[in-house]
Every structure is written in structure tokens, then in C-alpha cells.
């Protein structure tokens, strides 16, 4: 059977403890590198149960965007659109088209399997955003993420970038924003970042102005 | 220095190139053939809207005078690193009427025009909102020598570039329920009714375009409307 320590690649923290200087109590000592191995433990079994849910809902968007893509194409656009209310900018780019190509197909226009399949995960997307409790999640992927300043990321641009499952962490409360973000663009603090910030002028329009250091 | 951003591919740079439907409205990077600017010299040109989407209407209506850039074909292709590194006073626009061809719309020559020139059957392009924001990142730099990122600049577009989609679903509901009217008819009917429905309580809609977090309703009760008002119309 695997001890805790056999599961560890890194440093951790019973590493550090092995350089620690040996406390001048057995028990103490003993128990400072029991508690680090359980720590590492802890972080172990984390990171592998977080793949393992990550692994599962990939699976679960794309048993639920299968069954959704047995839909017309104009009917799961008037889900994303009408319904939901998700522009069209966003639902063409999200799908990896253009706006007047989604537009035709509201019309009945050709959409490849892809493309058909595309309108169906990202509704598949919102159904589970409800799902948890997420209230308008049209809405909720037009909102910019709670991240330092500087960066204006919004779901639905973490959605473009490919971080469906951590849109669904974010949403659920187990992952912040950051550690996403860490994960889905490992670049992201230096590429997205922003000396500017939207704010609104006197004429009550959005007007850009450099940020003011904190 | 930041560089000048380029699109991935051309595709991402255009909404539309050869035809555009009529219900798009006329935005800030559309391109028109054959228009006469009388400053630039005579005769028909080639010419992209270049003025602000927050100045090109006043309501309902386009103001009288619209600045374009002149468009002219320059040798070469536009690659990923021309974006950033060349024509810092123009808009590159490969491959604008669908073909291999590289031209630029030019800053240094921007003219005004009369809006009624700009008729829709004129059209050869339209830029996406990320073109529309590339547009604008090489405006800025071309008047100021600034750097402003192309994600803020969406930003701020975005009140902006919702009520213009806003309109074209309004419209294109209003054009379809009404296959008997001229379309032309149907859509300046439709256009003014859409505005007056954004100004109604108080412009109470309109207000709520300059907050994009109620951008997702906005567009639930816009659809809605139009679907109502549209169908009582036909029947």
C-alpha cells in the first residue's frame, strides 16, 4: 500500500521538517513530522479529487451538450440568445465563428457538426451554471471576475480560453478566479493585464483613463 | 513598448465582407465603395467610417456629417507581425472584398462625408467587435503615439456595441414580419421604433445599456418586445 510519502513529487512539508532542527522532545518532534505528512497528505488527496471532479464534469458538459445538440440549430440559438440572453458577439465567439455566420443559421443556414455542437456546450455550459445556483448565467459570464487591478476578465472570456471546468469552480465556490486563471493560462498576469481602466465621464459614457497605482 | 495587437487570423478581424445585410447598422469600421469626398478631390473612392460609435448618432438618426479614412490597396500581404510593426498611421484591412489583397485605410486623410452618401447598398465590409477595438487601438496610436489594450477599449464599448445589436435583432424581427413592406420602409420604421423604445419611462432601457451587467435582461426584454409588437403587426 502507498504511505503518504510515496505519493509526494515536490518539496513538502515534511521536507521542511526533515531540516528543521529536531525539537528537544521525541513526542514533539514527532508529532511536528506526523502533522507535515498529513498536510502533504491533505494537499495529495486535494489535488487528486479536484482532477477527478474536473474529469467528470468535462464528461458531464459533454454528455449534456450531446443530448442538446439532437436540438435545431435555431432552436438552441433562441435558448442562448432569446432565452438566456447571451449576445450574439459573445455566442459566435464562443463557438468559434463569425456573428453574421450565427446569424444565418437563425435563419436556417448550414452549421457544421462543430459548430452545432459548439451552441450545444455552451448551453449545456449555462444549464449547469444554474444548476448551481448561479440565478441569470448569461448574466453572471458578462460580469468581470474578482481579481486585482489591472485585469478585466469575465467568464466568458475564461470560456474562450478554454477553462469551462473552471468556470464551473469559480461558480461553485471551490477555486478562486487567480488559481483558474494559474491553471487554464499559466501567462495571464503579464499578457491580460491593463495600465488602463474603464470608468464613466461626466457625460455619463464609459471613458478609459490610466490606472492610478495603489 | 506594448505592441500594437493583431488579429489571429482575418476572419477574427471582419463581421462581413461582400455583402451586409441591411439590418447591421452603419458602424465605426464599415467600408463603402464608390463615395465621393470632396476634399480628398473628385470622383468615387473606397472609404472606411472611422468616426466613434458613441458619436456617429444623434438618437435615432446618423448625423449629417460622417469622417471616413480613404481606402487604397498597397503592395505586399499583411502578416502577424506587420500589425506591429508597419502603417502605424492606417487600419490594415487584408483581404478586404474576400480576396488576397492588402489594403489600409489611411489616418493622415480622414475626411467627413455626408451620412446620406453612406447608403447600405454601398457596403463591402464590417469589422467584428474585436476588429472594431484593433480599429480604435491604431486610431489612438496614430493621434497620440499611446498604446491602449484592445480588452479595455471592448470595454468601453460595450453599452455602445450592445444597443447597436440590440437594434439589428429588433430590426431583423420588425423586416421579417413584415415580408409585404419594402424592407427599406420596414427598417427605418423599425429603427425609429426601436430608439423610441429604448427612450420610453424615461429612457429607462437606455439607461440600462451603460451597465453591462444588465446587458443579459436587456437583451431577453428587447427579443421579447420586438416578437410581441412584430406579430400583432402581422396579424
New interface residues.
Partial sequence: MNTPQSYVKNATASDAVRDYTMLESPTASYTLRQAAELDDFAKMLRSATREQLQDSQQQDIEKRAAAKARRSVPDLLREL?????????DTAQLVGV???AV?KWRKGGDATADSRLGLARLAAMLDLLEELAVA?P??WM??PLPLPPGY?IRPVDLYKLGGLVGILSIASNRQDPEEVLDETTPGWRDE?R?????V?APD?????QRRTPR | MRSLDAPSTI?EL???RGA??IT?PLAQGDVFDRIEVPSLGTGPRTVQVVMHP?SLRQGATLRKLITVAPVRKVGGAANEGTWGTKYFNHMLLPGLRDDTVFYVADFREVAPVKSEQLVLNSRIAAL??GGTALLQQRMIFALTRLV??R???A?????V??EL?LQ??WC?IAVEASPSVDPDKALSESITDFHAWLDQDSKAHRRLL?D?????????DT??EARIRYANRKQ
Fill in positions: 440568445t432569446e432565452d438566456r440572453g447571451m449576445s450574439w458577439i463569425s456573428v453574421s446569424r441569470d448569461a448574466q458578462e460580469i478585466t491580460l491593463s495600465d488602463f481602466e474603464v464613466t455619463g459614457l464609459p471613458a478609459l | 476572419d471582419y463581421r462581413d451586409v445585410e447591421v458613441c467584428s467587435g491602449v489594450e480588452t479595455q477599449l470595454v468601453a464599448a460595450a453599452p456595441l450592445t445589436e439589428e435583432s431583423e451603460q453591462v451587467s444588465r446587458h443579459a435582461q436587456l437583451r431577453r427579443m421579447r
